[in-house]
């Protein structure tokens, strides 16, 4: 039958069809850290990163000076105490008020006023204490040393400082921040073209410790200062002044950066 026949040969020539498929050429998708990746056979091919940080110090005069001075009262009265202590803070602030803008900024510590037991008893007070602080910002370091002496003669009081330091809004804290992120790009791009490429975009930036570990920047040391006290008012003369130089200031500053490295090109 013709119909049959032209069956079986249509089945036949399926039968000896054979099905190419074409190999692929590779995908590309993310891998578990969110980058881009291609795969070839079993062949990975990642963008090459340099991760690098950053570092710049810069040294600055100071531009502020700290005092601390404190004033005592002792007595077997407490109302004695209280009322010497009011006079012998008042007396600091009115020495510090005589300096005028000298004196950026007059601030009260704590206060106190307490009794003192006689030894062996709980109840039994031998004398009352008492100590108030005052806190004095300067800006004009040419009366400083002045100050400090004079403050130092009065009775029951005790200097310390001056603390050096930084406005919190200085622009050196700014310099150096800048410093250290370009301290940061030429290593990245020192450290691609040792590996013959070239360095690429900025793909992530951030303090120290934020993208890696390791420990943050070291912090800065103990405040320099000069300490004295006076334990009765001393006798009437010229008051001696001191000679304080201004400490000079480090500031430090770091940055991790990680970089794009764009790979060398095909020799000619």
Do not use: C
């Not at 249509?10 to 291609?38: D, F, I, K, M, Y």
């Not at 990163?49 to 001075?69: C, F, K, N, Y």
């Not at 000679?243 to 480090?250: A, F, G, I, K």
């Amino acid at each position: 039958m013709p119909a049959a026949a032209s069956a079986g040969r249509a089945q036949a020539a399926l039968r000896r069809t054979r099905v190419r498929r074409q190999p692929r050429r590779g995908s590309v998708g993310l891998n578990v850290n969110g980058q881009s990746e291609r795969t070839v056979g079993s062949v990975t091919d990642r963008q090459a990163v340099i991760s690098v940080r950053g570092e710049a110090q810069l040294e600055a005069e100071p531009e502020i000076a700290v005092v601390s001075v404190t004033v005592q009262a002792r007595d077997r009265d407490r109302r004695t105490v209280l009322d010497r202590l009011v006079a012998r803070n008042k007396q600091v602030l009115d020495l510090a008020a005589g300096y005028g803008d000298a004196v950026e900024k007059t601030e009260s510590g704590p206060a106190s006023a307490y009794p003192e037991l006689k030894k062996g008893d709980s109840e039994r007070v031998s004398r009352y204490s008492g100590q108030a602080s005052v806190r004095l910002t300067l800006r004009d370091f040419t009366v400083l040393g002045e100050l400090v002496s004079r403050l130092a003669t009065l009775e029951l009081a005790s200097v310390a400082g001056p603390w050096w330091s930084l406005r919190p809004d200085s622009p050196v804290y700014r310099q150096v921040r800048i410093a250290a992120a370009q301290d940061a790009t030429l290593r990245g791009r020192e450290y691609a073209e040792a590996f013959g490429g070239r360095l690429g975009e900025l793909i992530e930036a951030a303090d120290t410790g934020l993208l890696s570990s390791q420990a943050s920047a070291p912090r800065p040391g103990p405040p320099h200062a000069y300490a004295m006290r006076a334990a009765a008012s001393m006798p009437a003369q010229e008051e001696p002044s001191l000679d304080l130089e201004p400490v000079r200031q480090t500031v430090s500053a770091q940055v991790e950066a990680r970089f794009a490295m764009i790979p060398p090109g095909p020799s000619a």
